[in-house]
């Protein structure tokens, strides 16, 4: 799938409500409460969900949840596709304009950072993916190690070697990538999207749970992914589309199981490295949102139930509107 013609997408954070949270932590539940209380509509937030037959994996929707309010952003392209985040804004754009149209409210639900980034503060799409320079320099931190990497980068672009976490190579290799083929750092293309607004004044919620919670959570979705059939979606992908894009080979749950076709195991420690894979993504997740001061945690701990933090979170739109 081609890259749409925009080469920059403006934010939407001041057009839209958030709901975001580390995965498991039950924003499709709320989400769907808000949307039937507000008249709104919901858009995903999750960069593998827009891939066609990667259902559980992904936890979408359910086909009662889609049925009881509308959900867009889901099943873009086939998992052999590559999909870039410039292909969702595009698409994102479009849907937030024609929902408002309708005189519905867009709700964005989901977890990925880089998509809720996009769509907080903007997005410079930046020159295409030069697979072989990636592939080169990963090569290279294989034989020299990560810390090369980052020095590497801050002789390029000192800002994004500052910024970018110390284990995060994907975004380092971007930002060479970037300065390589356009001979200018990535940090000084992005300076237009660092501008953010309070967390006062827009509608970005971050569900937050306690740590120990929250792992029980993931072990509890593992557990029902593996029961609804995780390993025949996998077998059934394979069988139709051949090997997986990128992205999708990548996923959480999805990068276990081709590796364990590969290798073999048992699939309890299967289930088990899904899980732990899972806690760290959620950890990420948690620490990407701490970086975004538009949000407002909405604690699940300080609630009896989930109506509770939906009145939490009705509570706060009312007072931007009121303000606004």
Known sequence: MSDPSPTTFPPLVQETIVLTGPTASGKTSLAVQLAQRIGGEILSL???????????????????????????????????????????????????????????????????????????????????????????????????????????????????????????????IRALEVSKQTGKPLSHRQVQFDRHVDARSCNVFALQHERSTLHQRINERVEQMFQRGLIAEVEQLLARFGPLSRTASQAVGYREILDWMNDGGEVDALKDLVATHTRQLAKRQETWFRSFSEITSVPMNQFDNESAALEFVLHHIRRVETAS
């Open 46 to 172: 999750d960069s593998i969900a827009v891939y066609r037959h990667m259902d559980i994996g992904t936890a979408k929707p359910s086909a009662a949840e889609r049925a009881t309010v509308p959900h867009y952003l889901l099943d873009l392209a086939d998992p052999d596709q590559d999909f870039s985040v410039a292909c969702y804004l595009d698409e994102a754009h479009r849907r937030v304009r024609e929902i408002a149209e309708r005189g519905k409210r867009p709700i964005f639900v989901g977890g990925t950072p880089m998509f809720l980034k996009a769509v907080l503060r903007g997005f410079d799409v930046g020159p295409p993916p030069d697979w072989e320079f990636r592939e080169s320099v990963q090569r290279d931190i294989e034989t020299f190690g990560v810390d090369a990497l980052r020095e590497r980068l801050a002789q390029v672009d000192p800002i994004s070697a500052s910024r970018i976490a110390p284990g995060d190579t994907r975004r380092m």
